[in-house]
């Protein structure tokens, strides 16, 4: 004769059911995570190079360039635009400060850099 809880050894067919759906869900969860993850880590990249085009802009506009008031925009590649925007500020007679202003586009997004930039009168 068997021992009565000898036949109740083992997981039924139901747990075993239950236990598969509950790891397919958390590896469901663990998948989206993942992708999110290297979908955000891809956008900051396209920030940081955005930033760095702007930057690189920005620096171009200076003591070699003939400040004036202006509006430049041209294609960077790779899906970059970049447009800046020149603005005479207030004059001495000899010297004027200029808002200079480079905005980078990227698909929706867009880096924006401001400063100002001393030259002479025109």
């Keep these: 004769m068997m021992p009565r809880h000898a036949h109740e050894a083992g997981f039924t067919l139901l747990e075993v059911m239950v236990a598969f759906i509950i790891a397919a ?3 469901i969860v663990l998948y989206k995570a993942g992708v999110s993850g290297m979908t ?6 396209r920030y940081q190079e955005a ?4 930057q690189s802009r920005l620096a171009a506009v200076g003591p070699l ?7 430049l925009s041209g294609d960077d590649g790779g899906g970059f635009h970049w447009q800046i925007h020149i603005a005479a500020g207030p004059s001495t007679g000899t010297l004027t400060l ?9 698909g ?3 880096v924006t850099l401001t400063t100002k930039r001393l030259g002479p009168s025109t």
Aim: net charge neutral; charged share 25%; aromatic share 6%.
């Design 25 to 27: 869900l958390a590896c």
């Design 40 to 45: 955000e880590a891809v956008t900051a990249a």
């Design 51 to 54: 930033l760095v085009r702007a």
């Design 65 to 71: 360039v003939k400040l004036q008031t202006e509006q």
């Design 98 to 106: 200029y808002d200079v202003q480079v905005t980078e586009r990227f």
């Design 108 to 110: 929706t997004r867009v």
